[in-house]
């Protein structure tokens, strides 16, 4: 069994993009700039946009974070969504979800520039993800890529089974996987809870990608030897052995089909880590113009 460090590779991009931010300073060019937009005081969302900030601060992009009550009107959210498409220094920035009941998250996120939407949420970054546009792919599914990339997990010909469909993860990985690209062109199976079978579909599969949100939902008799399993998920459980009262538990169940995969990501420190990075990655090139040319 090899272990999926997220976190060390996660550690190294971080690095790599720290010098290319260095050498843009040097060479007088734009510092790349992420705002987030945060709505009340939800405390995951707290958490999720401080770690975001730590992250920019440390590769040394410019962050910013707007912070609004959870009453604030849904125009006016919207007015300062236009705000930032309209600000030529802000490169990308992120709405982060979930948003109060009486604000619709697709009209907020419609309403995102899709040149700046680096959490790659906007109707038209996932069509041209779907169609083989460049665009911004969101954070997990990015981030499962660049792990497949670095530990050169050979993923053509190969049979995929992701369990779960949900937009953000089982989706747009399943699109991915089935591209005609380097990692691709793999035979993809996305299954969901009205599969029937699910045992029997899963245990052939060489690659697995379990993102259905069950702890420990996936056991060693579901697993096929040598097979590679990607864990996305993170449930948060009480534990009597950690100082804070609490673990995260992966949608896999780590110690017994740790003895049966050839690769697997651990949870904490899989695919975790690497999620703020592909953040990163996409402020970068908006700043850069890769996926959407400035003229
Ligand atoms: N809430 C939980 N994860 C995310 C994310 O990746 N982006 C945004 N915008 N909100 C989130």
């Keep these: 069994m090899k272990l999926i460090d997220g976190k060390k590779v996660a550690n190294e991009i ?10 843009i300073k040097e060479e007088g060019g734009k510092i790349p700039h992420l705002a987030a937009i945060i709505v009340g005081h939800d405390g995951a969302s707290e958490t999720y946009v401080g770690h975001k900030e730590k992250a920019c601060t ?7 974070v707007l912070r609004f009550e ?3 009107a849904e125009d ?4 300062k969504v236009h705000e930032l498409n309209d600000n030529p220094d802000i490169d990308g920035f992120i709405v982060q979800l979930p948003m109060p009941k009486h604000i619709s998250e697709q009209k907020i996120i419609e309403a995102i520039d899709p040149k700046k939407d680096v959490d790659g949420f906007h109707p038209i970054n996932i069509g041209r993800v779907v169609i083989g546009l ?8 990015a981030g499962i890529i ?6 050169n997990i050979e993923t053509s010909g190969k049979d995929v089974v992701v369990i ?15 591209q005609k690209a380097d990692p691709g062109n793999a035979t993809v199976t996305l299954t969901h809870s009205r599969t029937k079978n699910l045992k029997e579909v899963v245990s052939r599969a060489d690659i697995i990608i379990a993102a259905l949100g069950n702890a420990e939902f996936l056991t060693a008799d579901m697993v096929k030897e040598g097979a590679t399993v990607i864990d996305v998920g993170i449930t948060r459980v009480k534990s009597d052995k950690t100082k804070s009262g609490w673990k995260l538990l992966g949608d896999v169940k780590f110690d017994e089909v740790a003895e049966k995969a050839e690769y697997i990501t651990p949870v904490p420190g899989g695919v975790g880590p690497m999620t703020i990075v592909s953040l990163l990655q996409n402020t970068l090139k908006a700043a850069k113009g890769e996926i959407y040319p400035k003229f």
């Design 134 to 141: 460049p665009a911004y792919v969101s954070a997990t599914p």
């Design 70 to 72: 959870d009453d604030i």
């Design 14 to 23: 971080k690095e790599e993009i720290a010098n290319e931010v260095q050498q």
């Design 164 to 178: 779960g469909r949900s937009n953000i993860v089982g989706k747009p990985i399943s699109i991915l996987l089935s």
């Design 76 to 79: 006016t959210l919207l007015r």
């Design 58 to 64: 440390q590769v040394g992009f410019d962050s910013t």
């Design 146 to 151: 660049e792990l497949i990339k670095r530990y």
